[in-house]
């Protein structure tokens, strides 16, 4: 079983920066990639970030591209997300997730990912 942990949310005026982090711990934990999703009350989870394990590949949503970076530390078993120039519309509970096996053309689907983290609120105040 594999666990994921994230942190590093919480409330930021807009046009402020947060780093979210995401350590992966349990038995020998490998994956083809992980990713951020999020999501808001109502609304079904979407699709922030994605980024290989091994080669480092990454994507993103349109709504962050240039305002969101995500990395990883293989060593430390942990993913990052840096977000900048945050809008009130980021605000979300962000998810990290980790797929198992699963082939990159299928990064930006939710039902890909095998792991889930429990949330970590973001909100952003106009």
């Not at 993103?60 to 293989?74: E, H, L, M, P, Q």
Request: glycine share 10%; hydrophobic share 40%; with cysteine.
């Amino acid at each position: 079983q594999v666990q994921l942990v994230e942190s590093g949310g919480g409330l930021v005026q807009a046009g402020g920066s947060l780093r979210l982090s995401c350590a992966a711990s349990g038995r020998t934990f490998s994956s083809s990639y992980m990713g951020w999703f999020r999501q808001v009350p109502g609304r079904e989870r979407e699709f922030v970030a994605a980024i290989t394990w091994v080669f480092g590949r990454k994507d993103y949503a349109d709504s962050v591209k240039g305002r969101f970076t995500i990395s990883r530390d293989n060593a430390k078993n942990t993913m990052y997300l840096q977000m900048n120039s945050l809008k009130p519309e980021d605000t979300a509970v962000y998810f990290c997730a980790a797929a198992a096996a699963a082939a990159w053309i299928q990064h930006s689907t939710a039902t890909t990912y095998d792991y889930w983290g429990q949330g970590t609120q973001v909100t952003v105040s106009s």
